[in-house]
């Protein structure tokens, strides 16, 4: 970085970067994934099963809780919106 007086420029070489651009970098939330899953599928999703579902491809750590409360299984075609839904959004491939 450069200060010339009160002007300052950030000078940044990017000639070497042989990576990716994707203009969205932030991780969607619960929110947007279940808007959009409503928006394709026309159907609702809960939280629960997109956790479970982000547990199951390894993008959230199990607690490994053995006195964890019942939670109900995801149904295959809510597994399948959801999968499609983090494969939009770019979080697995």
Do not use: C, H
């Amino acid at each position: 970085m450069a200060v010339y007086g009160t002007w300052f420029a950030l000078v940044v070489n990017t000639d070497d970067y042989e990576g990716e651009f994707y203009p969205e970098t932030k991780v969607p939330t619960y929110q947007e994934i279940r808007a959009w899953i409503k928006k394709k599928y026309g159907f609702n999703v809960n939280s629960a099963s997109i956790s479970q579902t982000k547990r199951k491809y390894g993008l959230i750590a199990d607690s490994g809780d053995t006195e964890r409360r019942y939670i109900q299984k995801v149904k295959p075609e809510k597994e399948a919106a959801i999968r499609e839904a983090l494969v939009w959004f770019g979080i697995i491939k």
